[in-house]
């Protein structure tokens, strides 16, 4: 073997321990990527555990509620068969607490004493007597809701072993309470009152039956403008729109629009809906047009994306045997294009239904009590009636924040579980 052969050998093998070693830098690179990736998940999936578990931790005892029994009697006199909507029933509260507990004594005990009742237990009388008016002039055994600081110290949060100083309750309430405990006149029961009111200012009085109702007049508002609209733009830029500068411009304002902040969207309403065509101030038929304008890019740009899915084939198998080309849209193109567009068109209600900067810009941030009974009425949404709970004070509604959230994930895992849903179940594969 000459010197050349073996240069060339040599430098053969060099070049094998190169790549041989070039391969293990590469293999151990990439197995660093798949550790980082698989670190990357499973700190999302903590962070994500660790947010619900605060909400649930937070929020389920939302969903329970103290009631006291009161022994109320309904005296004739104090009573107007004609209108048995004006009597003092709060008066009869109070006289039910003065006389379980007929040793306070002094304007500053009784107030005390009457603080363990909601301010609502007058109107659970009213409602019971004027469902039925014969319990005048007898004595009835009433459950009426608890205050919410009686009710926070039955749930715990309220501890009894720090100084009175400290707490929100004092010695005389809590020996109140345990009395009351021990008569059996005392209990938690499952907290209807919050699925079935409306906002208030009393904690234990407040519901997201309003807020939820104004969230579904909103979502059927923007669902039956903005499906139609946009699978009808999809259909025309996509199918029948020739490719000039113009549909490019359009193509490029949709995909901007699609990216613009939401509040810009409740800036437009405001000066639009409301400033220029006086349309109703914080109400659901104002909410749908803005989130209307908000999802209308996002169902567009799906509409068009499964659009681009049906393969050619199918157009030109259609157009082949005789249909024209809106025949060939309406009753093959579009049909095995509707699932994607329906998982697109979900999606952005769903995004909508979580929103609440623009409808803050359109006044639905005020309190609204009474439950809306249309479009045009004041209403609100579980965002916005969420965002007022968290900034209120009391720790009663700090529970009823995070119940709140706890139904709108409810309601968005459900939207988003029916997008998957669709689309597996009806999507096809090509």
Do not use: C
């Amino acid at each position: 073997m000459n010197s050349t052969q073996s240069n060339t050998m040599s430098q053969q093998k060099t070049s094998i321990e190169k790549v041989r070693g070039s391969l293990a830098r590469r293999y151990r690179a990439e197995k660093r990527f798949k550790l980082l990736g698989l670190a990357a998940i499973f700190v999302s999936l903590v962070a994500l555990a660790i947010l619900f578990i605060t909400i649930f931790y937070n929020g389920h005892t939302a969903f329970q509620q103290t009631w006291v029994a009161l022994n109320v009697t309904f005296e004739p006199d104090l009573f107007d068969a004609q209108n048995l909507l004006r009597a003092d029933y709060e008066g009869l509260v109070k006289s039910s607490l003065r006389d379980s507990f007929p040793e306070v004594q002094g304007r500053r005990q009784k107030r005390k004493l009457y603080g363990l009742v909601s301010s609502g237990a007058s109107f659970e009388l009213q409602k019971m007597l004027v469902a039925d008016s014969s319990l005048i002039d007898t004595t009835q055994k009433v459950w009426v809701p608890a205050a919410d600081e009686v009710d926070m110290f039955m749930k715990g949060h309220i501890d009894r072993s720090q100084p009175e100083s400290e707490r929100l309750l004092k010695d005389s309430q809590i020996a109140w309470i345990d009395r009351l405990i021990s008569e059996g006149r005392l209990e938690k029961r499952f907290n209807t009152t919050f699925f079935t009111a409306g906002d208030s200012r009393e904690p234990e009085l407040a519901g997201i039956r309003g807020a939820t109702v104004g969230s579904l007049y909103v979502l059927l508002i923007t669902l039956l403008l903005s499906f139609p609209i946009g699978v009808a733009a999809a259909l025309y830029l996509e199918e029948f729109a020739a490719r000039n500068r113009w549909t490019d411009f359009i193509e490029v304002n949709i995909n901007n629009l699609a990216a613009v902040p939401s509040i810009v969207y409740g800036l437009l309403g405001l000066a639009v809906f409301l400033n220029f065509f006086g349309l109703p101030r914080s109400s659901s038929l104002v909410g749908g047009l803005v989130m209307t304008m908000m999802t209308l890019p996002t169902i567009i740009i799906a509409g068009r994306i499964a659009l681009q899915s049906v393969p050619p084939s199918i157009r030109e198998a259609a157009l082949g045997v005789g249909a024209s080309k809106m025949q060939t849209i309406f009753h093959h193109v579009l049909p095995l294009a509707l699932p994607g567009m329906l998982t697109g068109t979900i999606i952005g209600m769903a995004r909508a239904l979580g929103e609440t900067a623009p409808l803050l810009m359109i006044g639905m941030v005020a309190f609204i009590v009474d439950i809306p009974g249309g479009v045009t009425d004041p209403a609100t949404v579980l965002p916005v009636q969420i965002y007022l709970w968290a900034d209120s004070p009391e720790r009663a509604f700090m529970e009823r924040t995070s119940a709140a959230i706890m139904v709108l994930l409810a309601f968005l895992v459900l939207m988003n579980g029916t997008a998957v849903f669709l689309r597996n179940r009806f999507e096809r594969r090509w």
